[in-house]
Every structure is written in structure tokens, then in C-alpha cells.
């Protein structure tokens, strides 16, 4: 991405804060005026205790107080601006980046971890926020008080004023040779956070796995290799930062120090007076330490650069929608028809081939076959997560393609293998089928969904925290909660992926009763390992590398003897020596 490109894209967002903007330069300009009149005021008060004038010192000594105040006051305001311009600068773009993730396709979640996406919207963020404040308004402030600072050096001694100005082109060398060393490796950082924000997130959501199989060493080891990693590029960034500002400030230091010798021999020669000299070194000040700070400053905006270009990134991404599509339902659904549905996530392979299936509404199609076989990736495809290569699925009649995602999706409620709750009460939860429910139609969903029993039994009751990702709750009542949201949806095509896989007897049969109300009506494919459970489909699809290997009735396709007849007798035989050896 082009520096100029990121660098205007980030004055968009300084533009949407005007007014704060404007409050800012002229707390930067008062700030600048007090600078110059503290050099005045030194210079004066200076000359009047060398002359020993002592008429002017009840005037000098209110000046001095009006200075004072007006300096506090000044940096108070000064410094509450930044903060809040820099607090809703990152908010905006934060906000925007998260609709962005919200829009983007499942493919760039696949191909992209989540603690990379982390990273952009916190570190990256703040050293956004930092920029679009402090360093932006001294990259600002700093030429004006030198330019200022040099006028009236000029008026004071011609000859030290441009041994002064010498410092300026010499510190703007050292800043633009620095610049992009440190912006590169600022992206280089930033990544690596992110690489270990991604570790660290999967060490901390396994502590059942890690703990089971003993991986702590391991994981500790792989977390030590990545934080050194990080350590490597903030101690070579601490070397390229230190190498600024020592070679910014080493270029001021020898004007300050050839400024102040010559300067002090013109004072005892009479040609300036110790006033001017006091006064001329106040301001040699800020005309030296804009300058070095103005290297150290276009430091940090590289830096800053280097973080926007991560998070613009991610902005540029192709999404599925250019806005988040507002929470949809159809109702109106006839039938679906998948026709030589083609698929591959890379070019090497495909996981689904000529794929077709033809689905009346009502009817109830499970889907079967070895692990693997492109099952759930069949699901995805209905919802338009992935787009086939060749083939096509038609609901009433029209293609997919031509519908908008939230219209294809609106005909849809899914009930996953593992249930995801999101953090916050079971009534969020529920409702999150059905934005709008009331208490009525949120309670009777829970309870069709056998789930109201043990939610009476919680302190709270539906309004009971949960915990992240429901780490309360039991693997049965989180399903349970996810077949209330799905009748709360109230969807007329029906997915469910495994839904009672692995949970103990009881909690089998709660969510299977659960799952009888919620099919009934209601057009349902069904993903099963359980034979057993899919015997009264209107259609069992057996799939087999992608393929249909078989299709029919739980009898036609027990008297084919084929992969249905093999997996369905393995099936009877694993049961019977369980049921034995119990």
C-alpha cells in the first residue's frame, strides 16, 4: 500500500473531528505564542536584574503570573483534546474495521487467524490513535515554533540565528533516512504480535486438551520461540529509534553548543546584551528541539503508517456485502434443487463432484458417509458461504447467484455440532434467532426446546450469565439453547450437523425430543454418523469422497448392499459389543 495512499486515507478519518481539530491548533498556536513570550519575558526580567532597574518589577512579576496561568491552562486543554480526538479516531476506525471482518467471506476466515485479526484492531489501532494526535499536531507544531523561533532570533543577532537555522535541513536528513527502516520493521512487529496473540488465544481456549496430554512444555516452548521473535524486532526497532534520536539530538547539541560560545563571546563584546543572550538560548531551544523532535516525530508517524497499512488492509478485503445486511427471514419455500455441484477449496482437490440432490419442502434428507466426504461443506454451500466452481443450487426455482446473501440465508437455521454461545445472558442467546422476540415467544422456545428446566434452576434464570462461549453450561444444554434459537428463527429449511453427537444418554434424548419439535414442518437436512437416527428419512444421500455414492430410503439402500449397507451393519456391530461389555 502507498504511503501517500494510507497517509491520506488516515486524514479522512481527522477530517470527520473538525471542530476538535480546530480547538487544537489554537491551543498550538497559543502554545507557540507563550513559548516566544517566555523567551521575551526572560529576556526582560533578565536585563532588569543586570541593571538593577527595579521599577518594572511589580509589572514583570503579574506578566510572569499571566504567562504561568495562561501555560497551565493551555497544556490542560491541549492535552484533553488530544486524548479525546485520539479516543474517537481509534473508536471510528475500530468500529469500521469490525463491519468490514462482519462483511468479509468465510474463505478469509479460513485463511486467516483470528489473533492476526485481533491484533489490527488493538495494537494496531493505538499506535493509530497515537498518531492522529500528538504526532500528527508536533510533525505541525514543530516547523511553525522553529520558523517563529528563528523571526525573532533574527530580530535579537542576524549572525546566530542562521548558525541556528543550519540544524533544521541536517535534522530533517536524519529523519527521512530513518523513516522507513522504522516502518518496515514496525510492520514486521506488528505481525509477529500478531502470529503470538493467535498462540496464546489457542493456548488459553484448550486448557482441557493441554492439560490431558500433557503439552504444557510444548506449548510454553512454541510461546518462548514467538516471544523472542517479537523481542528481536522491538530491541532492532529500540536500536533504529535510539539511532534517531541520538543522531537528531547530537546535530542540535552542536548548534546549541557553537550558538552558545559565539553568543556568549558577542555578549562580552558588548554587541547583545545578557538579556538578549538568556533570551536568544530560550529560543535557539525551540529552534533546535523542534527540529529533533521533528525526527523522532516522523519516526513515529512511519511507525503509525505501518499499523494503518495492516489495518487497511484488511478493509480492502473482497467482502460478501458492502454494508452488514439488516436480520432476514423467508418463509415462502417450496423446494431446492442442487445440480452437479462442483467444489474444491484449492485447485489440488475437490471435495465435492457432481454433486445433485433434489429437495421438496417437508421432506427430511440426511446426509451420510465416512468422515470427510464433503458433508458439511454441502451445508456451507446452501448458506453461500463458498461459491461452487461449476453446477448450481436453485431454491424455488431461482438460482442462488442471482439472490442476495441475506435473502439465500434467511431460508436457513443451523444447529452445529458444537453450539457456540456468545458471551452474556441465555435470553441474548436465545434471542439471537429472533432479534426482536418477546418474553413470551423466548420462553416457549426454551421450553419446546427442552430447555426451560434447567434454566428455572439457575439463580438468574434466563437472564443467568453464561460465561465465555457458554463455559457454564454442559455440552446438552448448550445444544439445547441452540435448538431454542433455531425455533425462535423459526427458518423453513433446516440444517443440522451432528447434533447429538457426543453427548451421554440423557442428554441425547432431551436434544433428539428437542430436535422432533423442531423439525416438524420444516424442510430438514440432516448430517448423521448414527444410522440409527436417520432411518425415517424421505431421502438418505450417501456421500463418499465427494461424490453420491448412493441415494434412496433406509430399506432400498440396505437391499443395494452397498457403502449404506456396510456402514449400517458397522454400525449395529460397534453398538452390540458396547451393549455387551457393558
Not at 163 to 168: D, H, N, P
Not at 236 to 263: D, H, M
Not at 285 to 301: D, K, M, Q, Y
Not at 551 to 569: A, D, P, T, V
Request: a neutral charge; aromatic letters at 8%; glycine letters at 8%.
Amino acid at each position: 500500500m502507498k504511503q501517500k495512499n494510507t497517509l491520506w486515507r488516515l486524514t479522512a478519518y481527522c477530517f470527520k473531528h473538525k471542530i476538535s481539530y480546530t480547538f487544537l491548533f489554537i491551543t498550538m498556536f497559543v502554545g507557540i505564542g507563550l513559548d516566544l513570550g517566555t523567551a521575551w519575558y526572560l529576556n526582560k526580567i533578565t536585563d532588569a536584574a543586570v541593571t538593577q532597574t527595579q521599577t518594572h518589577w511589580p509589572l514583570l512579576i503579574i506578566i510572569g503570573l499571566i504567562i504561568l496561568f495562561l501555560t497551565v491552562a493551555n497544556i490542560y486543554l491541549d492535552t484533553y483534546l488530544k486524548s479525546k480526538v485520539s479516543s474517537q479516531i481509534r473508536k471510528n476506525i475500530r468500529i469500521d474495521t469490525l463491519k468490514k471482518v462482519l462483511c468479509l467471506p468465510a474463505s478469509h476466515f479460513n485463511e486467516n487467524h483470528s489473533g492476526e485479526l485481533l491484533t489490527r484492531m488493538t495494537n494496531d489501532n493505538q499506535a493509530i490513535g497515537t498518531a492522529c494526535s500528538n504526532t500528527i499536531l508536533s510533525l505541525i507544531r514543530n516547523p511553525i515554533l522553529a520558523v517563529s523561533s528563528f523571526i525573532y532570533l533574527m530580530t535579537i543577532n542576524w549572525k546566530l540565528a542562521l548558525i541556528c537555522a543550519l540544524v533544521g535541513p541536517m535534522t530533517l536528513l536524519v529523519g527521512g533516512l530513518f523513516g522507513k527502516v522504522l516502518r518496515h520493521n514496525s510492520q514486521q512487529l506488528q505481525s509477529r504480535i500478531g502470529t503470538l496473540t493467535s498462540v496464546l488465544q489457542e493456548i488459553l481456549n484448550s486448557s482441557t486438551i493441554f492439560k490431558t496430554f500433557g503439552l504444557e512444555k510444548k506449548l510454553l516452548t512454541k510461546f518462548i520461540l514467538n516471544s523472542e521473535d517479537i523481542s528481536k524486532f522491538e530491541i532492532r526497532g529500540g536500536k533504529i529509534q535510539a539511532s534517531l534520536s541520538a543522531t537528531a539530538n547530537a546535530v542540535g547539541l552542536l548548534s546549541f553548543i557553537v550558538t552558545f560560545i559565539v553568543g556568549a563571546y558577542f555578549a562580552a563584546s558588548g554587541s547583545m546584551t545578557v538579556g538578549g543572550l538568556i533570551a536568544f538560548i530560550q529560543l535557539m531551544n525551540h529552534l533546535t528541539w523542534p527540529f529533533s523532535g521533528l525526527a523522532s516525530s516522523w519516526g513515529e508517524l512511519q511507525q503509525a503508517l505501518g499499523a494503518a497499512d495492516r489495518i487497511f488492509k484488511t478493509m480492502d478485503e473482497k467482502a460478501e456485502f458492502h454494508e452488514i445486511p439488516a436480520h432476514k427471514m423467508n418463509h415462502a419455500f417450496n423446494k431446492i434443487e442442487v445440480a452437479g455441484l462442483t467444489f474444491g477449496y484449492n485447485t489440488e482437490r475437490l471435495i465435492l463432484n457432481d454433486v445433485s440432490i433434489n429437495v421438496e419442502a417437508g421432506q427430511k434428507i440426511a446426509l451420510v458417509g465416512p468422515s470427510g466426504g464433503g458433508k458439511t461443506t454441502i451445508f456451507k454451500m446452501l448458506l453461500g458461504l463458498f461459491e461452487p466452481d461449476k453446477g448450481h443450487i436453485q431454491i424455488n426455482e431461482k438460482n442462488v447467484r442471482e439472490m442476495e446473501l441475506q435473502d439465500l440465508r434467511g431460508y436457513f437455521s443451523f444447529v452445529p455440532q458444537e453450539s457456540f454461545m456468545y458471551s452474556g445472558t441465555i435470553r441474548e442467546n436465545i434471542a439471537f434467532g429472533k432479534l426482536d422476540a418477546s418474553e413470551e415467544e423466548i420462553t416457549a422456545a426454551a421450553r419446546d426446546a427442552n430447555a426451560l428446566g434447567f434454566i428455572s434452576e439457575l439463580p438468574d434464570g434466563l437472564d443467568t450469565h453464561i460465561g465465555e462461549g457458554g463455559g457454564r453450561l454442559s455440552g446438552g444444554q448448550k445444544q439445547r439453547l441452540s435448538i431454542a434459537r433455531a425455533l425462535l428463527r423459526n427458518a423453513p429449511v433446516l440444517l443440522l450437523d451432528e447434533a447429538t453427537a457426543a453427548l451421554d444418554n440423557e442428554s441425547e434424548r432431551l436434544v433428539q425430543e428437542a430436535l422432533d419439535r423442531l423439525m416438524a414442518g420444516r424442510t430438514t437436512f440432516i448430517i448423521a454418523h448414527r444410522l440409527s437416527t436417520v432411518q425415517h428419512a424421505d431421502q438418505i444421500i450417501v456421500i463418499e469422497n465427494g461424490t453420491v455414492a448412493d441415494k434412496g430410503k433406509h430399506e432400498e439402500l440396505l437391499q443395494s448392499k452397498g457403502l449404506y449397507y456396510r456402514l449400517y451393519n458397522s454400525h449395529l456391530l460397534a453398538a452390540s459389543t458396547i451393549e455387551a461389555s457393558a
